[in-house]
Each structure stands twice: as C-alpha cells, then as structure tokens.
C-alpha cells in the first residue's frame, strides 16, 4: 500500500506491507532520516490529529495525506513560524532565564566561521566553547546552523550512549588519549551502541536510527570519518547497501538471537558423568606449592596409607586438570598411583558424591533389580545369544560345549544390554551395533596366562574405559581391571559386579563420556539405581520406561 506523507514541506509515498501505525512510524522515520528518539506527531491535511486507532481507516483513503510533525518538546523543533526554536536546549548547556547557547568542539567553531568542515589537529571530546544561538539571525549563519545543530544532536546521543556504560569510558578515554580508535575498541563502540538501539527500538531498528547513529560516531570522533565517502560515515552504515560495522554487528545479534531462542525452546540437559560439578569442602586440600610437595610424594611414597591421604588432599586440583581439555589427558600421567593402587577409584567417586551413593549399586542391583530385569528378558523375542545369557543369570547348565558363559552377575548385565538395544553411534554411522558386540564395549576376557601388555599391543587407545577379566575361564575370573587410554588399572574387587562398580565410577573420577553401544545402559544404572543427576540427564524414551516398568513392579 502506497500512503502520501509531507515532512518539513516535502511530499514523498511510504510503500507499507500491512496497515500497521507504529510500521507506519518507522517507515516515516527511514523516509526522511529522522532520528529514532524523536516523538512524531501525525495530523491530515486539515491539522486533526491521527492516532492508531483511526489511522487505519484514514490510510485506505488515496486522496489523504498525512503531515507529520515533530513533538514541540524536543530539542531543535520547528515553530510555528517554521523558525528554528533553541528555547528547550537545557540538555546542550542552555538555560530557559540566560542567552541561549549550545555547546559545540573546536571543529563546529570551523564550521560557523567557514563553512567547511576542518578537523582539527589534535582532536579532543573536552575541548568545548561556547557559541551565541543568535548566529542564526545571520544568512550565512542561518545555512549553517542546522547541519552543526543536528551534528551536535547526534554526537551528544553517541557521547550519552557510551557514558553510561563503563566499556564505553574506554573507548572515549583511547579516543581521548590517543586521537583514533584500536580495531578492538572500535568493535567493542560498536556493540554498545547496537545493543543500546535492540534496547530501544527492538530487533527491527530502523534504517534511519542506524544512520543516525552512525552519524553520531563519526561527529563524535571526527578522525573515525572517512574523508574520500560521501556522508563521511558510510563504513559506520550505508544506508543505501545496508551494510557497515553498525549492520554486520546487528545481523550477528539477530542470528545469535533466532538461534538463542531455537536452543531454549528445548532445555538442555547436562547431567552426567563429564559434568563440572561443585564439590562440597573437603578437609585439608592441598593448593600451590603445598600440592606440589603431595603430588611429588605421590610418585615415590610405598606407603599404602600415605597414597590415599595424599590423593585425597590433591582431589580438587586433579578435578580441575580432568575438566581443563588442554590438560585432561594427562591425568593418569600426573597421578600414576591408579595404575597401581586399587581402590582410588572409590576413594574419589565418594568424594564426589558421598559414601551412601557410592554403595548404591551393590547393594541394590542383587536385591531390587537383578531378578525383574530377568523377568522382562523373558518377554523379549528369544535369540540365542539372550538365551544363553538367561541360562548364566539363572545359573542353569548350558546345552552347549562351549566355553562357559560369564558368571550370573555379569550375565545379568548383559541382559540388561538387551532391554536396552544400543543405538547408532552418530548420524554418520547409521549401523545399529548389535547386543553381542555391545558386551565386548563392556568387558573382554583374557586368560591369566598371558601378558597383559600383549593386550594393550591389540586394542586401540579407546578414551572410553571397559573392563579386563584375567582368569582360567569366563566363569573363573581372578582379576579385573579398568583399561582406558591404553593405560591399566587394578580394580578393588574380584567379582563382577563390583568390577562393574568401580568401571561406571570411572566415568565420573575421570570426566569421561559413555560409550555410545553402551549410553543407555550406563544412563539407566546412573540415574535409576545410583539415583545421580535425576531429571537433568538426558535419557531415551526407553530408558524411562523401563525404569517405570521395574519400579512399578511388585
């Protein structure tokens, strides 16, 4: 829709999509360059004024014409008479009882006196005169005065802008100390200012406020102006390309913003094993040079006792190395005693969460979960593999001549697995990775007899830990450890589930991320049995679920 606007006598057509009053106002203001913190007042041709109710009847009428006026209140209005009226200049050092003055630099006394603009040699945002409004009264004057009072109008805005923020004393101090602006500094204006425009207009600021502002910049730091451009300003906004510092920084919010407002509309969920977590205050934690000496002591004490108190008093420097990415890897290197000592692992997984937490799994899987995660096994669609893994949970004797299975604990485990398939490992890899591989994610068996360093010449420095089960038999584990990184370490207990315990606890002592064949399960015992992270840790739907149909089971 096409509607005829008149401004300051000049007639031109505002092109609207929609019939909007304040779409009005903003194309009104983009028309004829008027600054966005001007109050406009819009009347037909008669002088009634239009408000917002009335204006879209009035605008559907081709012959109207809306005159738009400027409120009277504000500083540089027109009068009546269509002369320039300075009685409201308090805000540019004028008084209503005293001759009315304004408040111009060095450089606006060039432009009174020749008409051209000069910058000066040695700009300064402090060197200010004084010059009588009744230059005005003078023809030469009266050409002059309205570029140099509008110049001031727009400096004063940006100097009022920049001053009400610390970051912006900066850029005026460089300024003031320097003459120019660093590259950094001049972003650092820029955001300001772009920020202060969102602030007041909203995310659809005006082609006119930008340009205003814009304006505002290079007449407040006149050697930011671009002598070779034709407005001086146009690397600030280009009104005609849309472009400049100014439009770049506002697209970038805007993009920042949809995406801000895309993300929250999902909440994000944290929880888990690599989480930086807040741990209470600990008695004697060693920091500084103090922690040094711990941690030297560390790698050559044969004391049992000694290790665990020192590793206890270095416990909160090793989780800011474990969650420091440029540091992390070298945890097991700064802390060598879990290659050798058992039960460390323990000893900080407690620290992290408390001894009731910590005990949690061993003494609720046996009793409370074991047998109903059997009991829905049976549901499932029997395979071999299931089959064979519900005859070791049941300790029933296989029909097979086989090798034994795993112990009933671990089968039991391995069940689990079943209820909850693994999923795909990524978007890129779109292969569901079945249950009997899934196991080998969670344990590998190797017999006594063989060197451990040859398993390590044949495994792939995988970051995610898994088990390592030494014994004549599957059924006749010895020994457990905790492979990761290629590096081995012992594990406290000879039996399967508390192997199991100390491999999920080292996920959190060492900030690690679950394996994707295996998320789901390790999900399900953080949050259902250890009760760690409840309702900020993400879980599948089947999850879920499944912790519904074992906690409602009778």
Not at 219 to 243: A, M, R, V
Request: charged share 25%; hydrophobic share 35%; net charge negative.
């Amino acid at each position: 829709m096409l509607i005829k606007v008149q401004f300051e006598g000049k007639k031109k057509y505002i092109k609207l999509e929609e019939v909007s009053f304040l779409d009005f106002h903003s194309a009104v203001q983009q028309k004829f360059l008027i600054p966005e913190d001007t109050t406009l007042k819009v009347t037909d041709d008669h002088g009634i004024e239009v408000d917002e109710d009335v204006f879209p009847e009035l605008a559907t009428n081709k012959e109207m014409c809306f005159i738009i006026h400027t409120d009277d209140e504000l500083p540089f209005a027109e009068t009546s008479k269509g002369s320039t009226d300075f009685s409201d200049l308090t805000e540019f050092g004028a008084s209503s009882n005293q001759t009315e003055y304004v408040t111009v630099t060095t450089c606006d006394l060039t432009v009174l006196q020749q008409g051209v603009v000069e910058v000066p040699s040695s700009p300064s945002l402090t060197d200010t005169l004084s010059v009588s409004s009744s230059l005005s009264s003078s023809d030469s004057g009266s050409q002059i005065i309205q570029p140099l009072l509008d110049s001031v109008h727009a400096r004063n805005n940006i100097m009022q802008i920049l001053s009400s923020k610390p970051a912006g004393l900066t850029v005026i101090k460089e300024y003031e100390e320097t003459g120019s602006l660093k590259d950094s500094t001049r972003r650092l204006m820029v955001n300001i200012i772009v920020a202060h425009m969102r602030e007041k207009e909203g995310r659809a600021v005006s082609k006119g406020a930008k340009e205003f502002h814009a304006f505002g910049i290079v007449s407040l730091f006149p050697t930011l102006k671009d002598p070779y451009s034709k407005k001086g300003y146009e690397h600030f906004y280009d009104i005609q390309s849309n472009t400049g510092f100014l439009e770049w920084r506002m697209k970038t919010v805007q993009r920042k913003s949809r995406t801000s407002s895309t993300s929250q509309s999902r909440v994000e969920l944290k929880g888990g094993p690599t989480l930086l977590r807040t741990v209470g205050a600990l008695d004697d934690q060693r920091m500084g040079d103090e922690c040094m000496e711990a941690m030297s002591l560390l790698h050559h004490t044969t004391d049992h006792d000694t290790v665990f108190k020192k590793m206890k008093e270095t416990f909160h420097y090793r989780q800011q190395i474990l969650h420091d990415p440029q540091r992390s890897a070298d945890v097991l290197q700064m802390f060598p005693r879990f290659l050798d000592v058992k039960g460390l692992i323990s000893q900080d997984f407690s620290l992290m969460f408390g001894a009731e937490v910590a005990s949690r799994f061993l003494e609720k899987w046996s009793t409370s979960f074991k047998e109903k995660v059997i009991q829905e096994a049976r549901k499932l669609k029997e395979t071999a593999l299931l089959k064979r893994h519900l005859k070791a949970a049941l300790k029933e004797d296989s029909d097979t001549t086989d090798d034994p299975e795993w112990d009933s604990d671990m089968a039991s485990l391995f069940i689990l697995l079943h209820l909850l398939t693994p999923q795909p490992a990524g978007r890129k890899q779109p292969k569901k990775i079945s249950v009997e591989e899934a196991t080998t994610h969670l344990v590998k068996f190797y017999k006594s007899c063989q060197s451990l360093d040859d398993h390590l010449l044949t495994t792939e420095g995988n970051p995610q830990p898994y088990l390592l089960a030494s014994g004549t038999s599957k059924a006749q584990v010895s020994t457990f450890y905790i492979v990761m990184d290629r590096k081995i370490l012992p594990c406290q207990s000879c039996t399967s589930l508390g192997a199991f315990d100390e491999l999920f606890k080292s996920h959190f002592v060492f900030g690690v991320k679950y394996d994707d064949a295996l998320s789901s399960l390790y999900t399900f015992v953080q949050t259902t049995v250890y009760n760690i992270d409840i309702g900020t840790t993400e879980e599948t739907p089947k999850v879920k679920e499944l912790r519904a149909r074992l906690l409602n089971k009778h």
